[in-house]
């Protein structure tokens, strides 16, 4: 026989012979390699979960700033307004507005006309 003939194999084996089978120590090693890889992709999913909620953490609380700073803002304008509105809303500028713009002053008791009000309508307000 030829040297081409026969299949490749380990050296010194005979070629036509069955593959050893897996060797126990050989098997205990590949599981405590599978073992220690599992373990390692475990802690780095871990990690990146750590770190993932980490990231969304901050940036919520970031928004959560903002939004406190803008509601902030809003407040202190709607104190501003209401502030405004109750200027506007006194007698005295009122009455001032009322004389400078309409040509209006406080009536004078002689100006006064008192009106008398009906028997049936005052009936059938309390009626309602």
Do not use: C, K
Request: hydrophobic residues 40%; aromatic residues 4%; positive net charge.
């Amino acid at each position: 026989m030829s040297a081409r003939a026969l299949p490749r194999g380990r050296p010194g084996a005979n070629p036509w012979d069955p593959p050893p089978a897996d060797r126990p120590e050989r098997r205990a090693r590949r599981r405590g390699l599978l073992r220690r890889a599992f373990f390692v992709l475990v802690l780095l999913a871990s990690l990146a979960s750590v770190v993932w909620r980490q990231t969304v953490g901050y940036e919520r609380e970031r928004q959560l700033s903002a939004l406190r700073s803008e509601l902030s803002a809003a407040e202190a304008e709607r104190v501003e307004v209401t502030n405004r509105i109750q200027a506007l809303q006194t007698r005295a500028r009122i009455t001032r507005v009322a004389r400078e713009r309409l040509g209006m002053h406080v009536a004078r008791d002689e100006e006064i006309v008192m009106l008398p009000i009906p028997a049936d309508s005052s009936a059938q307000r309390a009626d309602q």
